[in-house]
């Protein structure tokens, strides 16, 4: 039942499932041109948080968003009934129907599916009622906001802003890994002929809540992220967006579409272990169900995309279930949180949108911010400097509180080579 | 595990409810099919502060005396409602599930989590002498997947674990996920339900959402299914219902015209004639959304079919869990062997902010 790259027979072409469009939001840069430029380039995210009062913590970096007005994309809906993670949503999923080149007339006509993953919804929101609530008592919470905070809002304004009827609008609350869960739940509606398109992806804004909480169990970094190194102090929290026009080859080709990548398939699985601590075999068997899923073999995989959020736990964690998958000579493994923080929901959907690209155009984006690699990690995390590298197969890990796990598998696409 | 496509349809083979009727299903079957009223004064030390008296509570669903003292001392009450609910599935199915523990997955509707767990730990981070004095053994309770992780852990479940935000239409998102695992063979058994809890923060956010419409007092709750993948030309004695379709639509101001257009697919992907269609259950939604989901059913198919599904209103407005109680309410009716062989009941669910969605269920020829 698997797809692979040589063995793929032209019928295959309604089954096969391709990414033709982005919409990027992220804190080094907006728009998959430059979100390619940023990866390239090793750019940083990181700077002092903004976006809510962080007076009386010692340290307090993130990867916030800023000057990117995502209201630029947005010409329906009033923003004002949108919060900030579906203001990523929306706009970043108006941008990879527009980058997609697929005609909006066309897209009302089918059947299609809009599925975004997030960690915190509207939590921004919530902590700002809170703060109402605090200081005025909850009945002077401003009824705009109560209005907008319900998380399904994030696929269901997507599909109003598009003027899409026609489609399932789902919302994956499966905290960290939701972007590769809702590009799962996509890419198995396309293969199942359910939908004709899929736009998927995760969307997160920053919020106080969460940044408190990793606060306090210690795993924030004091100045940046550094996934993988000897002296790594835990994550930056960050958000953004990142929403993938999914479509079948045949669809794809019928059109002219530009394919960035194909998603050859993926895994998921729960640890049922503990809430927050990742737990070695779980994580390994993901793999390993992702691998089936596609029908690659270890020794096909050029590079893993990790989780990699930079805390002493998860990145010996997911190398060892990574040498427990691949051996003793794993593909490169970067960590994209390095450069962009960890944005949650979205992490895995940009982190998938990120693989297209190096798949794409060619190259490996570094691991930045690296000193001396962990020598209970053992993997080569590409250190500080891109890389030109021909990739035929990529693997992106999404692990989460929970332990929900879900890994993507990303395969070049090359016109003629059926 | 071998992933292989399976095309026939989910079959519920068993289910559970945590509800204002009380603890287990036989307790909502009862209740639902008598229409008792669940509605009771909110207990002033428990529920100070919020904007409204009254509510309809799971009876005596003190957490700690229902799960015992031992994991739950940081479990809030969503995570309790749905822990209770899964427990209740896998102990009366017995020997039911054939599927390995990594063969099960778990799909949760929900609407946002714990809204009261997340500005908790806000609240504390705000209102502390530091902004980080927080308990961090709270801290997963305030992210929305929360309660899914915990059915994970408590009972073992090693397959795909999801959670769907659905708001209102939680309870068929599910559902619509649920099938896609069984159809895609990631998973042989689905646990699939939503829970949804009361708390003093819902009822302020729902309060100035609903704005000058007072709506239906708050309800809680969380109902479970078992499903797998059945066909019941080929196995007649398993399951009590099969999915034979769910569908979804996003409306922008007026919602008859996709709703109409989900009635049409379901009826068209399950095959269903008009005919077989014996019962209509539809959404608790109240204002004007939910007189027009009223008026398009009731114009294809009748008031006679929807008097025919037991009202949802005495349980009050249950958001995430309403869907799903609505399905545990047409298995009510079966249970009391008030069902046509071969029959067909359609599930209406409508979230206000944009969605209808709209199930078949197809009961026994048997």
Known sequence: ?418 | MTLTAVATKPVITAWSAVSPFGIGKDAFVSGVLAGTDTSSALDAEEWSGGPDGHACLVPGFALREVLGKKGTRSMDRVTGLAVTAVRDLLRDSGDLRTASDEETALVLGTTTGSAQSMMDFTRASMEGDRPFYVDPSLMPNAVMNCAAGQCAIWHSLKGPNTTIAGGRAAGLSALSYATGLLGSGRARTVLCGAAEEFSTARAWLDHHRRGADSGALLGEGCAMFMLESGSFATEESRGLAEVAAVESRVFFDDLRDALGGCIDAVLERGEISREDVFAVSTSPLTGTLGEQEHAVLTDRFGAELLGRAPAMSSIGDTTAASAAFQIGSLLSLAERGDVPAGGVALVSSVDDNGVVSCAALRFPVR
Not at chain 1, 207 to 224: E, M, N, S, W
Not at chain 1, 331 to 347: C, D, E, F, I, Q
Not at chain 1, 375 to 394: F, G, K, T
Request: aromatic residues 6%.
């Open chain 1, 1 to 418: 039942m698997s797809v692979n790259i040589s063995d793929a027979m032209p019928d295959d072409a309604e089954t096969r499932v391709v990414l033709t469009g982005f919409g990027v939001f992220s804190s080094i840069g907006v728009g998959a041109d430059e979100f390619a430029k940023g990866l390239r380039a090793g750019r940083s995210g990181a700077k002092p948080i903004t976006l809510f009062d962080t007076e009386g913590f010692a340290h307090a970096n993130g990867c916030e968003i800023t000057g990117s007005e995502p209201e630029r994309w947005i010409h329906n809906l009033p923003v004002d009934t949108l919060g900030r993670a579906t203001t990523f949503s929306v706009a970043a999923a108006r941008m990879a129907v527009e980058e997609s080149g697929v005609d909006l007339e066309d897209l009302r006509a089918k059947r299609g599916m809009i599925s975004i993953g997030t960690t915190d919804g509207e939590s921004y929101d919530l902590d700002n009622l809170v703060e109402t609530e605090i200081a005025s008592g909850p009945a002077a919470m401003d009824p705009t906001t109560a209005r907008r905070v319900s998380p399904n809002r994030l696929s269901i304004a997507a599909a109003q802003e598009l003027g899409l009827s026609n489609v399932e609008a789902v919302t994956i609350a499966t905290a960290c890994s939701a972007g590769n869960y809702a590009i799962g739940q996509g890419f198995d509606a396309i293969r199942s002929g359910e939908v004709d398109y899929a736009l998927c992806g995760g969307a997160d804004a920053m919020c106080r809540k969460t940044f408190t909480g990793f606060y306090r169990l210690g795993t924030i970094a004091p100045d940046v992220c550094r996934p993988f190194d000897v002296d790594r102090k835990g994550i930056l929290t960050g958000e953004g967006a990142g929403v993938l026009m999914l479509e079948s080859l045949a669809s794809a080709r019928a059109r002219g579409a530009k394919i960035y990548a194909e998603v050859l398939g993926y895994g998921m699985n729960c640890d049922a272990y503990h809430q927050v601590a990742p737990n070695q075999d779980s994580v390994a068997r993901c793999m390993e169900i992702a691998l089936e899923n596609a029908g690659v073999k270890t020794e096909e995989v050029d590079l893993i995309s990790a989780h990699g959020t930079g805390t002493k736990a998860n990145d010996v964690t997911e190398s060892r279930a990574i040498h427990d998958v691949y051996g003793d000579g794993p593909p490169r493994t970067v960590s994209l949180k390095s450069m962009l923080g960890h944005t949650m929901g979205a992490a895995s959907a940009l982190a998938t949108i990120a693989c297209s690209l190096s798949l794409h155009h060619g190259f490996i984006p570094p691991t930045i911010n690296h000193r001396e690699t962990d020598p209970e990690c053992e993997i080569d995390c590409v250190p500080n400097e891109s890389v030109e590298a021909d990739l035929r197969v990529v693997q992106n890990n999404g692990l989460a509180f929970g332990g929900n796990n879900a890994i993507v598998i990303l395969g070049k696409y090359a016109e003629g080579a059926l």
